[in-house]
């Protein structure tokens, strides 16, 4: 039994900390809003809006500042709903211990919130229990990578977010599939909406073969597995460290971090092409598409989302082109 | 005994110019007539604009056109050059505490192709670099970093980040990428304190709880530390507190300007010169002390029309609060053309208008101050202090200018308009204006028209 939903979209939101005050962690993934955003506005954060606002069975909403949009959003959510929004600041900056303490402050304050809703206080064992659960979770789930199809792996990374107690003490039962045929690409961006899956369907039936989502929804944001030596000792500075000094991302400043391990996998998997999912408005990723030309001297895809909605036929053909390049 | 004030054409400012040299007129050593900025410097954009016609204005526009020379200069001299990006009045004060160092403001390239009606490329080359028109025209700035024609590449920058508009993180981002190092510092989005939190009053009327002053004043010390590296000389609180003494008195001026400007039955100076005015107390136009003596000769003339009951617009004039700077200059005659008169404004920079404390710690004031940024709050807050200044002003109007492509636009118009219509009753426009606006003037005319006229119906 939980005290309910709490309903989030960003990384750095450590579900075990949710999980450990009673809550049931959901990192959601909007559905594509009725109605097309407002000239400037990012298709995600107003899908992400929408959605959080129409969820009545949800305990509470979680924005964070990563990005300004979303930012922004949290007051257009709370304007819509009773639900309680918490607004968490989560630094862009990452290189001084200041930035690495204000997280952890935040994370602290996040937990006072859970109990002001009727939240129990986080222990250091139960905490521990929680993390070591999830920890294995999605060990397991990290592990299915190679016995599923790229959209069923992303989609299972997705599902994980979406409610990873669901996925504690489950094992993958499933062999190997058949080694993938196809030029391996990585597909990087934003996070992918509902109907955005899809591009992972049409990168494999276009000649590519997707060995790696680095998509916001995908294998980038899965928290590195926990140090165990630490854990037990500080489960709190555990979880901070792995979340905050761990994911990359390219709203950190500076975004060095993002690009390393960029770099990393493109050579532990193969890497031959990048294909860039991006919302029209999304500044952060947008103004990194030439710097992600540039550094990676591959050949690189920019594939524009708008308003949310891909074109399948004009992707398609945009993604066939894109494979006889890579070839 | 003074005349009747105006505002005339760079072809008026012509013989203006000779009228007041024949008066005698003593100019500063960057004086002289305002064309020789078309001729000789490119920016064809004064050609289409209004300007006051006395000498603290010819000064005013010869100091702001004429920054790039004195960083030039600052250059040759040996003088330690300080970027400060994003900063909307904190980095300035410190890097002027320090010796031997000016700050600068690149953001300000934002205004070259409007200045210079896009001849400079700039924007060109910020698409070229995969920065393209759905980024706020602050992208101009990277295009002026590679061509490095119109300031010196500064010994270094600085950038704040955190609860500030995505487009500009990303620029910035951008730049770094291309070779230029960049000390980013934070500022976290202000909240409001919790009940078991000490809440701590920042200018301009908010609060925020001190763990976030504290964080903010840790981040300033790292920026301290850096510009003590720079210059060779630890920046103490003797000099800091020097130079918020300074920067205040700047900011007084300014402050009795903007008063008299917003208030006075007739207009003393329009809206033009005054957010040239606005703009100077950010980051000094790369001299604080000239900055000060610009903004005195301004108020005394501004004074001096306000005593002898004349102004460069009609005592009818609709008076109208105006949120967030114009990337083109012309918008602002165009109010006036219109019939309206500016009363108040929010160009993003509300905290930097403000008296920095002076009766706390430097390092401590100067985080508080960093932290009123109306950008780092709510669009809520943002709105509340043009509510509050809005009323302190008697505005009938509100004119929200939305920035093409920033990433706040599209969110805060609403909110702020929403909040002024049910608090202020004022009725209110929202506009979008690029740095060329020529092609817009009609549509933008008849919205601010219809703003005016609706004004004028209510007092009818």
Known sequence: MTRGRVIYSCPFIPAEWVRAHGFAPSRIIPRLAATSPNAGMCAYAQAFADTAARDEDAAAIIVTTICDQMRRSAEKIAAKTRTPVFLMNVPHTWQNPGSHKLYRDEIERLGRFFVSLGGEPASNDGLVRVMKGFDEARACVRGSRSMLTARHYSESIASFNHDPSAYVGVSSSSGPLAPAAGAPVAIIGGPLMGESFVILDLIERTGGYVALDGTETGERTLPAPFDRRRLNDDPLGTLCETYFGGIPDPARRPNSEFFKWLGRMIEERGIRGLIVVHYLWCDIWRAELRRIAEWSKLPVLPLDAGDGRLDPTRTMLRLEAFFEVTR | ?460
């Open chain 2, 1 to 460: 005994m003074i005349g009747q004030p105006q505002r005339i054409t760079l072809d008026e400012w012509d013989f203006r110019y000779a009228e007041l040299c024949g008066q005698g007129m003593v100019e500063p050593s960057y004086g002289g007539p305002l064309r020789r900025h078309v001729d000789d410097g490119g920016d064809t954009r004064l050609l289409r604009l209004r300007y006051d016609d006395s000498a603290a204005a010819l000064r005013l526009w010869n100091f702001l056109l004429t920054e790039e020379d004195r960083l030039r200069e600052a250059r040759a001299q040996e003088k330690l050059l300080v970027g400060a990006m994003k900063d909307l009045g904190t980095v300035p004060v410190m890097a002027y505490s320090a010796p031997n160092v000016v700050a600068f403001y690149p953001d300000g390239a934002w205004w070259i192709p409007c200045v210079m009606e896009m001849n400079a490329g700039l924007m060109s080359i910020a698409s070229s670099l995969g920065l393209d028109e759905t980024f706020c025209p602050v992208r101009a700035m990277v295009g002026a970093f590679v061509t490095q024609a119109h300031f010196p590449i500064p010994d270094m920058l600085t950038c704040s980040v955190g609860a500030t508009c995505d487009d500009f993180s990303a620029i910035a981002q951008r730049l770094e990428g291309l070779g230029h190092p960049i000390l980013w510092w934070e500022i976290p989005g202000r909240r409001k304190p919790d009940p078991d939190e000490r809440a701590i009053a920042l200018p301009g009327g908010f609060e925020a709880p001190a763990c976030q002053v504290e964080f903010v004043q840790s981040e300033l010390e790292r920026v301290k530390a850096a510009i003590s590296d720079l210059s060779g000389a630890p920046l103490g609180d003797e000099a800091l507190c020097e130079g918020i003494r300074a920067a205040n008195h700047i900011r007084r001026i300014l402050s009795e300007l903007r008063t008299l400007a917003f208030t006075a039955p007739k207009c003393p100076m329009p809206a033009l010169e005054m957010l040239i005015a606005e703009m100077l107390a950010i980051h000094f136009c790369s001299d604080r002390d000239e900055a000060a003596v610009v903004l005195g000769e301004l108020l005394d003339e501004a004074r001096a029309r306000v005593e002898a009951g004349v102004g460069v617009l009609g005592a009818e004039a609709v008076r109208v609060f105006w949120v967030n700077p114009v990337a083109d200059l012309r918008v602002m005659n165009l109010l006036e053309d219109c019939g309206g008169r500016i009363c108040g404004t929010e160009y993003l920079f509300a905290h930097a208008l403000d008296a920095i404390p002076e009766d706390l710690p430097p390092m401590e004031a100067l985080a508080r101050m960093a932290l009123a940024d109306p950008m780092a709050g709510s669009s809520a807050d943002r709105a509340e202090r043009a509510i509050g200044d809005a009323g302190r002003f008697g505005s009938e109007a509100v004119l929200i200018s939305r920035i093409p492509g920033a990433s706040h636009c599209a969110y805060e118009g609403a909110v702020i308009g929403e909040m002024v219509k049910s608090r202020l009753g004022l009725p209110v426009v929202e506009v979008e204006v690029p740095p060329i606006a020529d092609a817009l003037m009609p549509t933008l005319r008849t919205r601010i028209e219809a703003l005016i006229e609706t004004v004028l119906a209510w007092r009818n």
